[in-house]
Every structure is written in structure tokens, then in C-alpha cells.
């Protein structure tokens, strides 16, 4: 009788640990970074050439930042300053009893542009889902 060795059979399984780890890194990469993407003020911007908006019956609420970095909202006295927070009740108010009422912000040319961003924060805080900005438009 000859001896005739036994044949192992094939191991038709895959090693996966290696790709756990690598999958379990991506991951960790994944959470750190993605707090850090979604911070910030969120600003719809146009594509192209703007265009005037369509005229709406709900008057907009507007939001002035003048050269030296003063707010001013277009209710009551226009000609009064006012902080932060005191922007952020107004508006939280008007947006309270007219939910759709659109908030615009108009920056002065000369302004720092912290201060544009500091009124976009506390429209935002105040509840408004987006701010439109007011510009010019050139005379031609």
C-alpha cells in the first residue's frame, strides 16, 4: 500500500481584523473633524448676478450695521444703537408672532467684518432660519 499524504482543504476565509483597525481609524478621523466643519454662520449665497426679490407682503425686518460697528434695527427709532442681545429679543419677538417674516441685514462698506458677523449670530440666535444681505445696486 502507498502512503498518500492527506490534503488540507483549503482556508476560504478572509482576515477582517485588518480592516476593523483601518475602519475604526476613519472613524475617529470622522468625529474629530466634523464638529469642526459644522461650526460657523450659515449664509446663503447667490450663484450669479443677484437679482431684486419679488415684492412680499410681509414687511422685512432690517438689520444695519453702520462704519463704526453700531447695530440698528428699522423698528421704532432708527436712529437708536443698540447691542447685541437687544437685537436678538427684538427679532426673537417679531419672529415669534410672524414666523415667515424675512431678516435682512445691511453692513456698512467700511465696517470690520467681525461686526457683520457678530449681527448674522445673534439673528441666528434670535431664530431666524436665514438672513439675506442688502447691497446696492449700480448705477448704470
Known amino acids: ?12 476565509e478572509i482576515n ?9 481609524v476613519l472613524l475617529v478621523i470622522f468625529m474629530i ?13 447667490p450663484q450669479a448676478t443677484a437679482e431684486p ?9 432690517i438689520v444695519t450695521v453702520d462704519a463704526k460697528g453700531l447695530f440698528y434695527i428699522d423698528l421704532g427709532n ?5 447691542s447685541g442681545a437687544m437685537i436678538r429679543e427684538r427679532i426673537r419677538k417679531i419672529l415669534q408672532q410672524k414666523p ?10 467700511d465696517v470690520a467684518y467681525g461686526a457683520v458677523v457678530d449681527a448674522m449670530v445673534e439673528m441666528q440666535a434670535a431664530g431666524a432660519a436665514s438672513v439675506g ?5 449700480p448705477e448704470s
Open 100 to 109: 415667515n417674516t424675512p431678516v435682512m441685514l445691511r453692513g456698512d462698506r
Open 133 to 137: 444681505l442688502v447691497t446696492e445696486t
Open 78 to 82: 432708527k436712529n437708536e444703537a443698540l
Open 16 to 24: 477582517v481584523v485588518p480592516y476593523i483597525d483601518v475602519m475604526l
Open 53 to 61: 426679490l419679488p415684492p412680499q407682503d410681509i414687511q422685512p425686518v
Open 33 to 45: 473633524t466634523a464638529p469642526l466643519l459644522t461650526q460657523g454662520v450659515r449664509v446663503d449665497l
Open 1 to 12: 500500500m502507498a502512503y498518500k499524504p492527506k490534503r488540507k482543504k483549503p482556508i476560504a
